[in-house]
């Protein structure tokens, strides 16, 4: 089992580097932060650009792969995506992990445009994907979408992992699930929303098993968000609890979120490192 940790991009960065550096001091495998323009419960809340704060991150840090959690076609066109993918590749020395999925509701709408039913979004998701993937391994690409257009996408240098930056996807209906297998070095969930713990991990549940008929037997890295239901480093009992079943269900990494002072995600720096020191080396 491989663990990450998700940093909001709410800190000034004097504060923010600190946390940073400690994820990577305490063994993290990868760090993560939000790709969105607000988040549900903290529009009145400072936030700060993903690009920026991922740069900054890699600037501060050495071995820690950094992700967005997760990149959406809700206000990124992929060749612009292409460009500040190509710099945090290459500011990281390759250790950036693109997350992507087909984007929430909260930011969609933000800046204008039609609200999109479900069908439409996946649409748009798939055509998102195969463009952003065409652009990362081939430069001068031409592409006329529904959603999307490139004309003569210039995409040099390519990445620095190669053929291209790994693509970790968020997917829970049929066709998402698909387009994960094909064009995904791994899946994220955070699961349905849902009323209490165990009616959450029995979605999450269904949804692993629905990854499994896709796969077909394939390996495949999978990553579970734990904290949609309860807040997982609450206790180490929780944190043990959470991670125990997800690695029953074979997922291969698990991802909490850096505990803040108030409100969503509260928790105590304390609880995190006893989990860390106590807990983590024997759940790996």
Not at 54 to 72: E, N, P, Q, W
Request: overall charge negative; hydrophobic content about 40%; charged content about 25%.
């Amino acid at each position: 089992m491989r663990f990450g940790i998700t940093i909001l991009p709410e800190y000034r960065w004097k504060d923010a580097a600190r946390l940073w550096r400690r994820a990577e001091e305490l063994g993290f495998d990868h760090a993560w932060t939000y790709d969105h323009l607000t988040w549900s419960g903290l529009q009145d809340s400072p936030w700060y650009g993903t690009t920026p704060t991922l740069t900054a991150a890699a600037l501060v840090t050495t071995t820690i792969k950094l992700g967005t959690f997760v990149t959406s076609p809700n206000f990124r066109h992929p060749l612009a995506l292409t460009r500040d993918i190509l710099a945090l590749d290459d500011v990281s020395d390759g250790r950036f992990l693109c997350g992507v999925g087909s984007g929430g509701s909260l930011d969609a709408t933000i800046q204008g445009g039609p609200d999109l039913t479900p069908r439409q979004k996946v649409d748009r998701f798939e055509e998102f994907v195969v463009l952003l993937d065409k652009l990362l391994t081939t430069d001068g690409v031409d592409f006329q979408g529904e959603y999307f257009e490139t004309r003569n996408g210039r995409t040099l240098p390519g990445c620095v992992q190669q053929p291209r930056v790994p693509f970790i996807m968020a997917a829970n209906g049929p066709r998402s699930l698909r387009l994960a297998v094909k064009f995904g070095a791994g899946w994220v969930t955070t699961g349905p929303k849902s009323p209490d713990f165990e009616t959450w991990f029995a979605a999450v549940t269904d949804l692993s098993h629905r990854l499994d008929d896709v796969l077909e037997g394939r390996p495949f890295d999978r990553y579970l968000a734990l904290d949609s239901a309860r807040y997982s480093l609450s206790s180490p009992a929780a944190f043990e609890d959470v991670v125990s079943r997800a690695a029953a269900l074979g997922f291969t990494d698990v991802i909490t979120h850096w505990p803040r002072p108030e409100g969503v995600y509260a928790g105590s720096e304390d609880t995190l490192e006893k989990i860390v020191t106590d807990l983590i080396p024997r759940l790996r």
